[in-house]
């Protein structure tokens, strides 16, 4: 049976922003080795001759030209941002924190 360690899944939940109970990342941790036993029970499929989809029914883009219209100026468009800076929305930084 595969597994994740208590430690794996407190890595994750942190890396997720989930704060869990230690009775929780210890029984997630089994949950997840059921989890993953059965994505490799899927992997064991024969696939030989079977064509790769991403959707089950045919899918086609719709294109249309693209066409210049009036729309708002960037004044406009940040006139209600509570932060900006260089004409862009300025939002406080998430990636690159501590972990």
């Given at each position: 049976m595969s597994s994740l360690s208590r430690d794996d899944v407190a890595k994750l939940?942190?890396?997720a922003r989930i704060e869990m109970s230690e009775e929780e990342l210890v029984s997630l941790s089994s949950q997840f080795g059921m989890i993953l036993d059965?994505?490799?029970?899927?992997?064991?499929?024969?696939?030989?001759?079977?064509v790769a989809t991403s959707h089950?029914?045919?899918?086609?883009n719709v294109f249309r030209e693209d066409q210049v219209r009036p729309s708002l100026t960037p004044e406009q468009a940040l006139s209600g941002a509570p932060a900006q800076e260089e004409q862009r929305f300025r939002v406080p930084q998430i990636l690159g924190e501590a972990e």
């Amino acid at each position: 049976m595969s597994s994740l360690s208590r430690d794996d899944v407190a890595k994750l939940a942190a890396l997720a922003r989930i704060e869990m109970s230690e009775e929780e990342l210890v029984s997630l941790s089994s949950q997840f080795g059921m989890i993953l036993d059965a994505v490799a029970r899927v992997q064991e499929v024969n696939l030989d001759g079977v064509v790769a989809t991403s959707h089950p029914q045919p899918i086609q883009n719709v294109f249309r030209e693209d066409q210049v219209r009036p729309s708002l100026t960037p004044e406009q468009a940040l006139s209600g941002a509570p932060a900006q800076e260089e004409q862009r929305f300025r939002v406080p930084q998430i990636l690159g924190e501590a972990e």
